[in-house]
């Protein structure tokens, strides 16, 4: 086992205040709340509780940037070698980022060097290169006129992110963003502010202008809700629980302001029988179980057909019972705690619905150790459409299988949801395949693959799984407005 030592354990935490316009102050109400390290339930430090009078600061810097400041009308190919900047302080400071996120999220060392700050990098590069490239059209409408459009930014954007990728949904939000060339008011998750903070300061030694990026940690009932509320906020971007959504959806009514969500699921992930069963198998445990199954799109529902049910479900065991569960700072551990006490007693209530409903435990279902968050990565059997470890998001390493017989079913059963986020289906028959694509209503499907995600992609929601989309050219266009200019030739 690989040495530990005292510095990855504990990065330097430095910044743990609101930032807005540029400076790092505390809540205007003096409070403060702890942010714990979920594998040891200590607490890591005290973080500023933002509330509405800080919004209403934040926004006001956001909107003198927007209004009077040179981001959104610089050249954009100056806006975007600063998005470039911010990406190569993170890489320079990669390793400690890792360890805030790891500290703070319990995820396991390993995924937060080789994915999350990965692909926070590349996601803040891809959108950098789009800065200079926002066009708009001309059109031939009728008459002796001149017509074209313009994409211009939304304006100020108030930003709400969950706590399963902190770094990642930060750089999600703030890339397309700032490209477009709009300011930004961010609240990270309660769970995991620091992340987010740390990004903020190396956007601010980039030289990304004071006021284009405003964080203000604290909680979604009152710091959140003042974001949503305002109305110099032009734009929200969420990603957390639909039933959130929907608040943030009625309230965001009043002021007529865009929205984009980013929400739950309960993917299918499907494999047939001619399927290359070794890729399958590992496919469908990474599906599940990355990231401590704390994933929007995580392969939920695990649909095996009837020929190859047994053998599925006796290599998925072994696996998870190989599965390496623990302290997160160790580079060898593959699942650490789920983030807190809150998602760790859903999950066991989860379990006991399993057993309830007449679902088999297959492999884990219990606690592991007596500290931290940690749940034994669990297999349920035997599991029908109507059970509740099959219809609900569970957000935990809970793995459902479910028996087919053939393609026409799966479809039908995979659409059974008011979700739609991701699906997945393994097979070596090509049509089949792209059938199945084409038929199940989800924003993405994966053949032969999961989990692949790319900055280039568009990820989103079909029904209740989303509004909009985030990544690839379709995210961006979700920040800016599209405005007609007809010129008379005359
Ligand atoms: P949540 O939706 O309550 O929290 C996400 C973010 O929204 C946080 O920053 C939170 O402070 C904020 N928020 C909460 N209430 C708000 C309000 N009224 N107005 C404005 N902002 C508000 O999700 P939570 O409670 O952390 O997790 C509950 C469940 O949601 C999980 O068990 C999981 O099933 C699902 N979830 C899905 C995620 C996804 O990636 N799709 C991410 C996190 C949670
Ligand atoms: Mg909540």
Same mark, same amino acid.
């Given at each position: 086992m690989a040495t530990i030592t005292e510095t990855v354990r504990r990065p330097q935490v430095r910044q743990t205040q609101c930032f807005i316009g540029g400076k790092w102050i505390p809540a205007a109400s003096g409070k403060t709340f702890e942010t714990i390290h979920p594998a040891t339930e200590e607490v890591i430090c005290e973080v500023a509780e933002g509330d509405k009078e800080d919004v209403d600061a934040a926004v006001d810097a956001a909107r003198e940037a927007f209004d009077h400041g040179e981001?959104?009308?610089?050249?954009?190919?100056?806006?975007?070698?600063?998005?470039?900047?911010?990406?190569?302080?993170?890489?320079?400071? &990669?390793?400690?980022?890792? !360890?805030?996120?790891?500290?703070?999220?319990?995820?396991?060392?390993?995924?937060?060097r080789n994915a999350d700050i990965p692909?926070?990098?590349?996601?803040?590069?891809?959108? !950098?290169?789009?800065?200079?490239?926002?066009?708009?059209?001309?059109?031939?409408?009728?008459?002796?006129?001149?017509?074209?459009?313009?994409?211009?930014?939304?304006?100020?954007?108030?930003?709400?992110?969950?706590?399963?990728?902190?770094?990642?949904?930060?750089?999600? &939000?703030?890339?397309?963003?700032?490209?477009?060339g709009c300011t930004i008011v961010m609240k990270p998750a309660?769970?995991?502010?620091?992340?987010?903070?740390?990004?903020?300061?190396?956007?601010? &030694?980039?030289?990304?202008?004071?006021?284009?990026?405003?964080?203000?940690?604290?909680?979604?009932?009152?710091?959140?809700?003042?974001?949503?509320k305002h109305p110099g906020v032009d734009k929200i971007a969420f990603t957390g629980e639909g039933a959130t959504a929907k608040i943030i959806q009625r309230e965001a009514a009043e002021t007529m302001k865009r929205l984009t969500f980013e929400l739950g699921g309960k993917s299918p992930n499907v494999i047939f029988a001619d399927a290359d069963l070794d890729a399958a198998i590992e496919g469908a445990h990474f599906a599940l179980y990355f990231n401590q199954g704390q994933c929007c799109c995580a392969g939920s529902r695990l649909f095996v057909e009837e020929r190859v049910h047994d053998e599925v479900v006796d290599r998925l065991r072994e696996r998870n019972l190989d599965r390496k569960v623990g302290d997160p700072f160790d580079p060898e551990t593959q699942q650490g705690p789920q983030v807190d006490e809150a998602q760790f007693d859903k999950i066991l209530k989860y379990v006991e619905y399993g057993k309830k409903d007449g679902a088999k435990?297959?492999?884990?279902?219990?606690?592991?150790?007596?500290?931290?968050?940690?749940?034994?990565?669990?297999?349920?059997?035997?599991?029908?459409?109507?059970?509740?470890? !099959? &219809?609900?998001e569970i957000f935990g390493p809970v793995l459902s299988v479910l028996k087919f017989k053939n393609v026409d079913e799966i479809v039908k059963r995979s659409n059974a949801t008011n979700f739609g986020l991701a699906a997945a289906v393994w097979t070596r028959d090509v049509a089949k395949a792209?059938?199945?694509?084409?038929?199940?209503?989800?924003?993405?499907?994966?053949?032969?693959?999961?989990?692949?995600?790319? !900055?280039?992609?568009?990820?989103?929601?079909?029904k209740q799984s989303g509004l909009g989309r985030e990544l690839g050219e379709a995210g961006l266009a979700n920040y800016t407005e599209l405005k007609t200019v007809t010129v008379s030739m005359t």
């Open positions: 981001w959104s009308k610089m050249d954009a190919r100056d806006r975007g070698a600063l998005i470039h900047k911010l990406a190569d302080l993170i890489e320079e400071e &990669k390793d400690e980022l890792a !360890a805030i996120e790891t500290l703070d999220n319990g995820k396991p060392i390993s995924d937060s692909l926070v990098i590349d996601c803040l590069r891809y959108y !950098a290169g789009w800065a200079d490239k926002i066009e708009g059209r001309t059109i031939p409408i009728r008459g002796n006129y001149f017509c074209y459009t313009r994409r211009e930014p939304i304006g100020v954007v108030g930003q709400i992110i969950p706590w399963n990728f902190p770094a990642l949904m930060t750089a999600w &939000k703030w890339g397309p963003a700032l490209a477009a309660e769970q995991t502010p620091l992340s987010c903070l740390r990004m903020a300061r190396l956007a601010q &030694k980039a030289g990304i202008p004071d006021g284009v990026i405003n964080v203000v940690p604290g909680y979604g009932p009152t710091a959140g809700a003042a974001i949503v435990i297959v492999s884990g279902g219990k606690r592991v150790g007596d500290k931290g968050y940690f749940v034994e990565p669990t297999l349920f059997s035997g599991v029908t459409d109507d059970m509740r470890i !099959a &219809k609900d792209h059938r199945y694509a084409a038929n199940v209503r989800a924003g993405t499907v994966w053949i032969n693959c999961y989990d692949v995600f790319d !900055a280039a992609a568009p990820f989103g929601g079909f």
